[in-house]
């Protein structure tokens, strides 16, 4: 199975209720992202957090990380019927030193949020 | 500041003919990547340029399949005698110069949805 795994593959919840995603990886990495996809459309970078830290927030998002066990979880926090999209965690590995753009993906979970 | 730009956004082709893709980074980013997106499926990596240079084509397939980013103009993604196999949405991200998903994010387009028929 290939690198970057989320569950659940599928979300539904109520407005104003918490949305927990959650990411498996298999090597070492530098970092690991998640992305936002509206139905159709690009991604967009919505949270960056490297190896050595272990929690990171932005607005109504939180992002922890654990290399132990090679996994980490998004929380939307009070969601709203427009979070409804893809998400996907990425993760760029150490394999040759290289610090590019070389974005490893999960398959995604898709998080339908009804008003 | 525009963003990425690709087009077309839709393309329709027959089996056997060719398809070419374009992408024009943002302003002041020099370092272009390609990713193919199957349905109901993740992203997937297929190769990363400079200006002038191809860096890395590890997830391009062997056959068919090219890429080039000339000094001038947009990136080119080509895809000769396209198959059915072909149908994808591809997507391509640009960074700035000393900077990549190891120490920042990727900007990326909307996407080109290749359907073969």
């Known amino acids: 199975s290939q690198q970057g795994e989320e569950d659940p593959q599928a979300l539904s919840i109520q407005e104003g209720e918490n949305a927990t995603m959650n990411c498996s990886y298999k090597?070492?990495?530098?970092?690991l992202q998640w992305y936002r996809q509206n139905s159709g459309r690009g991604l967009v970078h919505l949270i960056l957090?490297?190896?050595?830290?272990r929690e990171k927030h932005s607005g109504r998002l939180r992002v922890t990380l654990d290399t132990s066990k090679k996994s980490s979880s998004l929380l939307i926090t009070a969601s709203r019927a427009a979070d409804t999209a893809s998400y996907f965690c990425?993760?760029?590995?150490?394999?040759?030193?290289?610090?590019?753009?070389?974005?490893?993906f999960g398959q995604g979970t898709i998080l339908t949020v009804h008003p | 500041n525009a963003g990425v730009m690709q087009n077309p956004r839709h393309l329709v082709r027959r089996r056997g003919q060719e398809a070419r893709l374009r992408c024009s980074p943002m302003?002041?980013?020099?370092?272009v990547y390609w990713y193919r997106q199957l349905p109901e499926e993740g992203l997937k990596f297929m190769v990363y340029?400079?200006?002038?240079?191809?860096?890395?084509e590890s997830g391009m397939p062997k056959e068919r399949f090219s890429a080039e980013f000339p000094k001038e103009g947009p990136s080119i993604l080509r895809i000769q005698q396209v198959v059915r196999g072909d149908s994808a949405a591809y997507f391509c991200?640009?960074?700035?110069?000393?900077?990549?998903?190891?120490?920042?994010?990727?900007?990326f387009g909307e996407g080109s949805r290749l359907t073969v028929l």
């Open positions: 991200a640009s960074s700035p110069p000393g900077q990549g998903a190891g120490t920042g994010e990727l900007f």
């Open positions: 090597t070492s990495i530098n970092n």
């Open positions: 957090i490297r190896s050595n830290e």
């Open positions: 990425a993760t760029t590995n150490n394999a040759g030193g290289t610090s590019y753009g070389k974005l490893t």
């Open positions: 302003k002041g980013h020099s370092h």
């Open positions: 340029l400079q200006k002038e240079n191809i860096i890395d």
